[in-house]
């Protein structure tokens, strides 16, 4: 299926882009961050780290639907 | 009158206790959040918030929304800024008005708690020695795994 | 800078948050006590602080002192206001600035904490009705006997 | 001895006067409330209530010496 994935602060300049649309089977956000982090070897992990889909913070284990936008945030410093 | 707002501009502090002004609240509590010259050891010139705003505004908004649900206040409301900030400039507001004040304190303190862990914002901090750095909440770097929503 | 002070003249919200502006601190909280309109069920339409100046501005200072000194706070400072006084109002205003916002919280809540139970102000509130009451310390009237200082 | 006593407030009101100076045997300020309080019959307790020696904070069964201020507070009520 294809996902839009989008990078933030952090991530973003790890990954060297903003955004990608990915081919993929993965069937989570966990799943598909690993499969992101082969591609850009910055992007190491995502412990401390928070995803939405579709502007909704989600579960890293939530499954995936085909066209989803997924937002991968670094750990968060508001304030 | 109880809203979460994002602004690349400057946040005066007197913004807020007049909005939240009520002849009802005996208690007014306000926190401000200042950009400080200095971070572990090293000398900060000026701070860059990054912030993703269609969900910071609506997760924001269901902290302010949490907070007069769960205190019973009158009112509360929170700013934070974005873009480029300069030393001493307000980075984020929070006022919350009560009759008494130990909600007031209470709810404000759950408010600024609260937006620090779960807005989607990041700060890049800009050194003296001409490096700049993304700057990790504290709490997520010592707990070191992702924060229950 | 760490003073507390009584004044007879309104008291501006913005008059302590310059004084204490400090580009090492991160945090500022800031307390405001506002004349309510209504108190156990009656209508209030002003209120008159007598204020007995000598001991008040020693006691509040010393408040303020143990406060710097409890929560280790860059800067702490008080004002109290004396006389008549209309609603909406300040009464009393608190602010607080330390690096890191944990001590400013907790320190602007014993400040004024202490303020109420320890310095030799009254206050006295005039009704709708054309009455005029001395107002009790609410932990006063509970405890039913003296402070313990 | 001679003690000035000092009345604030609820006290002010409830004494009738300001202040009064008092030829006493009292020796702690709560001997002298009750003292004033036999004079004035509308000042009757001090429960609740603050003392002060000299303009200093002071203790209801601390002693008293000839020539000494005492301030009768009223249950206090800043803020």
Known sequence: MKIHVRYFAAFREAAGTAGELVETGASTPAALFRECAGRHADLQTYSASLVAINDEMADWEQPLADGDEVLFFPPVAGG | ?149
Chains 1, 4 share one sequence.
């Not at chain 2, 779960?118 to 997520?140: D, F, H, S, T």
Request: net charge negative; hydrophobic share 40%; aromatic share 10%.
């Open chain 2, 1 to 149: 009158m109880n809203s979460f707002e994002v602004t690349s501009g400057t946040i005066e502090p007197w913004i807020l206790r007049e909005r939240l002004a009520d002849r009802a609240c005996g208690a007014y509590v306000q926190f401000e959040g200042w950009v400080r010259d200095h971070n572990e050891g090293q000398r900060v010139l000026r701070l860059e918030y990054e912030v993703y705003e269609p969900l910071a505004l609506k997760e924001g908004q269901k902290i302010i929304d949490e907070a007069v649900e769960r205190f019973g206040l009158n009112h509360a409301a929170a700013i934070h800024r974005s873009g480029l900030i300069e030393l001493g400039d307000i980075a984020v507001l929070v006022g919350v008005s009560t009759p008494h004040r130990g909600e007031a304190f209470e709810a404000c303190r759950y408010v600024i708690d609260q937006l620090k862990v779960r807005l989607p914002i990041w700060k890049k901090e800009y050194y003296a020695n001409g490096a700049a750095e993304w700057v990790n909440c504290q709490r997520c770097a010592e707990a070191g795994h992702r924060h229950e929503l």
